[in-house]
């Protein structure tokens, strides 16, 4: 937060800060412990979770102690879900067409165990907004399944539901830029001494490699005769083709083993075991009688 206030990129007054998380990290916990702070957190939850409903108005004349969880909302069961509490459709350019729908006012019913195991005696109530998302396709042709969100704010409106599922999409191009600058652009490869040439640097790189995305059509593919056809947008590999002469001619290189290629044992009288030999040839000169009868 410091880091952010000196960059100037919050200020008292400004929108709450979202953090971004996946499912590794314990949104809830998360959540409660920067509490303190002008943070909002949206991370994924694995699709086995199993979240309670606030508790409902309490009846006049009931007797007893106060209920402090609801109904089961459990991720795997569509009959718990009930109506959700908002609902958008979106059409996108990779993904088709994004249905999301959340529930609201839902919260993990604690134990005393795991990073809770100190806490107070009454564990608190993390109450949040789940939303789950589906897809038509991936870009990767991989069959899509629901994606469940927890956000740590309630009262979502549709605007705000379609603003955090496209926010936890933008996580992915986010960390696969960072991918790209560092396997693709070799951002650990150099000896830079200074952040200043690290951007210079990396901009010298993005800017060539776009260069030569924008040049692919003036160094279209020219097929030899004899290889597969391509589309116009995939350029050839810089491996050697398989067949680099054409049929009929000398195709140069290790000459094919002949088929009558003789075979010897590899088994000599001098890698053979000594004992091995002698009782061989014992058994050969008295050979075990058989048994009649």
């Known amino acids: 937060m410091g880091r952010l206030i000196a960059a100037g990129q919050w200020q008292p007054g400004g929108l709450e800060i979202l953090v971004v998380a996946d499912a590794g990290y314990d949104a809830p916990r998360l959540a409660f412990l920067l509490r303190d702070l002008p943070v909002q957190v949206l991370a994924r939850m694995r699709s086995d979770r199993v979240l309670r409903r606030a508790v409902p108005a309490r009846q006049p004349g009931t007797v007893g102690r106060p209920r402090r969880h609801g109904d089961e909302f459990v991720f795997g069961d569509p009959a718990t879900w009930g109506e959700p509490d908002a609902a958008t459709v979106a059409d996108t350019r990779l993904y088709g067409t994004a249905l ?44 899509p399944k629901p994606v469940w969100l927890w956000w740590s704010g309630v009262g979502a409106t549709s605007a705000d539901v379609d603003r955090l599922w496209q926010t936890f999409l933008r996580r992915f191009d986010i960390e696969h830029t960072f991918r790209l600058f560092k396997q693709t652009l070799g951002w650990t490869c150099p000896k830079i001494r200074t952040p200043q040439a690290a951007d210079r640097w990396t901009w010298m790189i993005l800017t060539a490699y776009t260069q030569l995305r924008l040049a692919r059509a003036l160094a279209a593919d020219v097929r030899r005769t004899w290889e597969q056809p391509a589309s116009p947008q995939r350029l050839r590999p810089l491996a050697r083709p398989v067949h680099p002469n054409p049929p009929g001619q000398d195709q140069g290189g290790r000459p094919a083993a002949a088929t009558t290629t003789p075979r010897h044992d590899v088994r000599t009288a001098t890698t053979t075991n000594a004992k091995t030999a002698a009782a061989r040839k014992a058994k050969s ?9």
Do not use: F, M, Q, Y
């Open 100 to 143: 999301a729908r959340a529930w609201d006012r839902l919260h993990p019913r604690l134990t005393h165990r795991s990073a809770w195991i100190d806490s107070a005696k009454v564990l608190p109530v993390i109450e949040g907004t789940v939303i789950r998302l589906e897809v038509d396709h991936l870009p990767s042709g991989a069959t």
């Open 285 to 293: 000169v008295n050979p075990r009688p058989r048994r009649t009868g």
